[in-house]
């Protein structure tokens, strides 16, 4: 990995504080890092607070607690320079509902540049069949408008849009989910490439695991606004060590007709994000649950005894058995 990019510590977003109505905690205490020119994976279901997270790193959502750097400065949420703004870029699930109908793939992209003052007026068109080139669309399509285009088109237009400002940091939130196989496999495979050819460092959010699997460096799995583990992307796949991480690979598709085995098998839904258990957030739905995870919220832990939680190296999960190999086999 390359130097820290992006550093969370302890950070927590808070919902209904203001209205008097009972605090959320929908991103409680998560620490991650993003190095320079790394893909990081976050994958969770929906309602863990992936998007609640991505939202905050991009200036969306206010910090409640923790603290946020960027190239070894603070990020503040509101108030930042322009040049922050554009060093820091995101790309949504849905990027239609951001795109104004009534103008073409050229207009958007020209005001973008226009506005940052990054183009001379006489190289706008050039520099937009550029940056169409860039996520291999066509530069026929600049006179294209967003309604006309398939949904794999818009989601290469919204990438697009996002490298026009010439970001470090891209948080790709959710970018492939709303697309088919064959599409999503094209979207993956151009992060990669503008990961290897820009130097770009991603936050690629993901509700599937084998969707990161062949891109990301590190991988991070959220449970319930925590980080519950995080490691290198083999470490992980290879030995999973918290319950719903392997729920989570056990739901990835597989010719193979052998059975579930007790302790990797998620039972029932996630909790309302309003009731949540004592102690361990997943023990509701955990096949090793025992009296300590209701009594003791289990903390990231290195799982070979190799770290507590604070540093970046290892493998780390959140879970009281996560030292106990036998009992965590599929």
Do not use: W
Request: proline share 5%.
């Amino acid at each position: 990995m390359g130097e820290r990019l992006l550093e969370l510590s302890d950070v927590s977003v808070v919902f209904g504080r203001r209205r008097g109505a009972s605090a959320i905690r929908a991103v409680d205490r998560v620490s991650l890092d993003v190095g320079a020119g790394e893909i990081v994976g976050l994958v969770g279901e929906s309602g863990s607070g992936k998007s609640t997270l991505a939202r905050l790193i991009v200036g969306i959502n206010e910090l409640a607690e923790g603290e946020m750097r960027f190239d070894g400065m603070p990020l503040p949420v509101s108030g930042r320079s322009a040049q922050l703004r554009r060093r820091i870029q995101m790309v949504f699930q849905d990027p239609f509902s951001s795109l104004n109908p009534r103008m073409s793939v050229y207009q958007h992209l020209a005001e973008l540049l226009r506005v940052h003052e990054l183009v001379p007026r006489h190289q706008l068109r050039p520099h937009c069949e550029e940056l169409l080139e860039m996520v291999h669309l066509p530069v026929g399509l600049l006179d294209a408008r967003p309604r006309s285009m398939s949904g794999g088109q818009r989601q290469r237009f919204a990438i697009a849009r996002a490298l026009a400002l010439e970001p470090d940091l891209l948080v790709a939130d959710e970018a492939c989910s709303a697309l088919d196989v064959s599409v999503q496999a094209g979207i993956i495979a151009l992060f990669a490439e503008l990961r290897r050819e820009l130097g770009l460092a991603i936050l690629f959010i993901a509700h599937d695991l084998a969707v990161v699997r062949h891109v990301c460096d590190r991988l991070a799995v959220m449970y319930m606004g925590q980080i519950v583990e995080r490691g290198t992307i083999e470490s992980v796949f290879a030995d999973p060590r918290h319950p719903y991480t392997r729920g989570l690979l056990q739901a990835i598709p597989r010719i193979s007709v052998a059975p579930l085995s007790a302790t990797s098998a998620m039972r029932g839904e996630p909790p309302s994000i309003t009731r949540l258990p004592s102690g361990c957030r997943f023990r509701s739905r955990c096949p090793l649950a025992v009296e300590l995870c209701e009594q003791q919220q289990p903390q990231l832990i290195g799982v070979n005894g190799d770290g507590d939680g604070d540093g970046d190296a290892g493998h780390l999960a959140a879970c009281h058995f996560a030292r106990t190999h036998d009992q965590l086999k599929l």
